[in-house]
């Protein structure tokens, strides 16, 4: 019986499904030489260790029309805990806000938004930093294309590197 770093396995079936989410228990088992079963089963075990964040669909921006792509550095006056979390659960709760960094130096925050039109964004800015006093300096960049756009996120490189999160059984 050939043994199979358990791992590795695991890893490249987080991979695959990164790539492509909608591929079948059958063909994770046929690409990785495992039976559906064992296939499932990793994939469950890697899903309750908390390995998926979420399971959705990317639409394809150009079918839902011209849209307003902006990323936004922020700055506040005050950068207590208090006042950072305060403006972090506003921003996050927004619809049109796709993705919220706090970051350092430079801005406290770096948005990216996507909006349907400028006025659209004049609304969004009114709402979300006109109407705070606490926001010092907003900054907008337009995006005029889009070249790259991906979520997959790399994985360590060797069974080594791995979380332990990774499970670790030869099922």
């Keep these: ?30 690409r990785f030489g495992l ?9 469950r075990r890697l899903k309750e260790a908390g390995w998926f964040e979420r399971q959705v669909v990317i639409l394809d921006a150009k079918k839902a ?6 990323v936004i550095e922020i700055s506040l006056d ?40 400028m006025p659209a964004y004049q609304a969004l ?11 010092r300096n907003v900054k907008a960049f337009f995006s005029i294309r889009r070249a790259k756009f991906s979520t997959r996120i790399p994985l360590p490189l060797s069974p080594l590197e791995a979380s332990s999160d990774v499970p670790s059984s030869r099922s």
């Design 1 to 30: 019986m050939k043994f199979m770093d358990t791992k590795s396995i695991d890893l490249q079936l987080l991979e695959a499904l990164q790539t492509d989410a909608s591929l079948s228990n059958q063909a994770l088992a046929e």
């Design 35 to 43: 039976s559906p079963p064992t296939s499932m089963r990793r994939v």
């Design 65 to 70: 029309g011209p849209l307003l792509t902006a």
């Design 78 to 117: 005050r950068q207590d805990a208090e006042s950072l979390d305060a403006f972090e659960a506003r921003i996050a709760a927004d619809d049109e806000v796709q993705q919220c960094y706090r970051v350092s130096p430079g801005p406290d925050f770096v948005l990216i938004v996507v909006v349907r039109d």
């Design 125 to 135: 800015a009114q709402r979300l930093f006109t109407a705070d006093a606490n926001v």
